[in-house]
């Protein structure tokens, strides 16, 4: 899957929560990393073990790197054509509308052929035709996907659409962890689905929380906030020098520079992976009503905005939760 624009810019400290075993597995291109408070290190390593299985699984399914991988069928698909998905992809993508439809198109899966017209094959920014942005649009939006709740099951309405999973799929696979740590009576765990998306399953007895930092995205040594997380997840995107972020919401309106980074704090991990990416291209106002119209909700974000230069370390937040930091 395409991995989410950001570096080193969130992350728990190691040292500080010394009385959990430590775990990590690679997949998603990605580190998978767990954090469990258990007694029992070898039953604590065999769920680790049992999830990560999880992991590896759900990466076969909703890769579109993987050529027989769901996503990939989805994507080779011709009008009229139903491409049987499994219930993990159907759900994956389920929650990628429902967030679409929210954020109205400002997260977006289908965002391939945007990309493919803004960047050249080095990734790095080109001048587009008129007529190559208004065929990607064409291509773009996921009004496009009609899916079958009955038979789960997916039909793209325009061949050519690109679907990618990579803003949202580490944040499902962390769900999906969690479910296998209960059922092992891990729940006292922390999940990391890499440096950017964090999951508490359950905070261990006699701590306040998970010890989170969020980093500066221009400067990883420089740490802007420190927290305890008690409960739900938190996600990061920051844009490196060189990279670029497309609003899909705007016709011919081409990169945005809104702003560097944005950390998202939700309720479940899904939510929080895709309103990371969502909210790196959202205005001050759009953040603000979005934390308010929806529980749970918080937002941090480093701007690009006038009088904001990437190395400035300040940073806005919304949502009720940061009120007392």
Request: with cysteine; glycine share 8%.
């Amino acid at each position: 899957m395409r991995k989410k624009q950001s570096g080193q810019i969130l992350d728990c400290p190691e040292k500080t929560i010394a009385d959990a075993f430590h775990f990590s597995h690679e997949a998603m291109a990605t580190v998978y990393e767990l954090y469990i408070a258990n007694e029992d290190e070898d039953y604590a390593r065999q769920g680790a073990q049992a999830a990560f299985a999880e992991v590896d699984r759900l990466e076969l399914e909703l890769s579109r790197f993987i050529s027989n991988s769901d996503i990939s069928r989805l994507n080779s698909a011709v009008p009229g054509q139903v491409i049987d998905l499994g219930i993990d992809t159907f759900q994956c993508l389920l929650s990628a509308k429902e967030i679409f439809e929210k954020t109205r198109g400002a997260f977006d899966i289908s965002v391939g052929a945007l990309y493919d017209c803004w960047l050249d094959e080095n990734r790095e920014l080109r001048e587009p035709s008129a007529e190559e942005v208004s065929n990607a649009y064409d291509l773009t939006g996921l009004e496009l996907l009609k899916l079958d709740d009955n038979d789960f099951c997916a039909e793209v309405l325009v061949e050519g659409v690109r679907f990618d999973l990579g803003g949202i799929g580490k944040g499902y696979a962390a769900e999906k962890v969690a479910e296998i740590l209960r059922e092992w009576s891990l729940e006292e765990s922390l999940v990391l689905a890499g440096a950017s998306s964090v999951l508490c399953v359950s905070v261990p007895k006699g701590m306040s929380g998970w010890p989170i930092k969020l980093r500066n995205p221009d400067d990883s040594s420089d740490v802007l906030i420190r927290f305890d997380l008690k409960e739900g997840a938190i996600s990061g995107s920051g844009r490196k020098k060189g990279q670029h972020i497309i609003d899909p919401r705007t016709t011919g309106a081409g990169p945005v520079e809104y702003n560097s980074g944005a950390w998202s704090l939700a309720p479940d991990a899904i939510s929080a992976d895709a309103l990371s990416t969502a909210f790196m291209m959202f205005s001050d106002e759009e953040i603000s009503d979005y934390c308010l119209a929806n529980s749970g909700t918080a937002a941090i974000i480093t701007s690009l905005e006038d009088g904001f230069t990437p190395s400035d370390r300040s940073f806005k937040k919304f949502g009720q939760f940061w009120e007392s930091f």
